[in-house]
């Protein structure tokens, strides 16, 4: 599971950095949509440690977390098409941006998946 989570986060990556490296692109705009990868996991850890899991009602704070990590990630699924409109970026940078963004996304929910189904979650099982 730690091998295809490292293989989807490299080729997220790969998709970004050929949105802003290529000879007809040449625009690295685009990269600031790392500060949206480095952000978004971390409303849930927050929220993972401060509430208890014993009772099965939802919960305001795990709500509230999953609100913020939502925001986040339209932000970053936004950002490189308010960089296309205002002619910042290529429209072809910006589809890889967009596929590069899918595909870290769905690796960072792949690792919640895997790594934080049970209780005692710790950065030593893996």
Known sequence: ALISLSFGGAVGLMFLMLGC?????????????LFFYILSPIPYCVARRLVD???????ACKELAVFLTTGIVVSAFGLPIVFARAELIYWGACALVLTGNTVIF???L???????SNDDFSWQQW
């Open 106 to 108: 769905a690796t960072i």
């Open 53 to 59: 899991d014993t009772d099965a009602t939802s919960n």
């Open 110 to 116: 792949g690792f919640f998946l895997v790594f934080g």
């Open 21 to 33: 490296a290529l000879p007809q692109y040449n625009q690295y705009w685009p990269l600031f949509v």
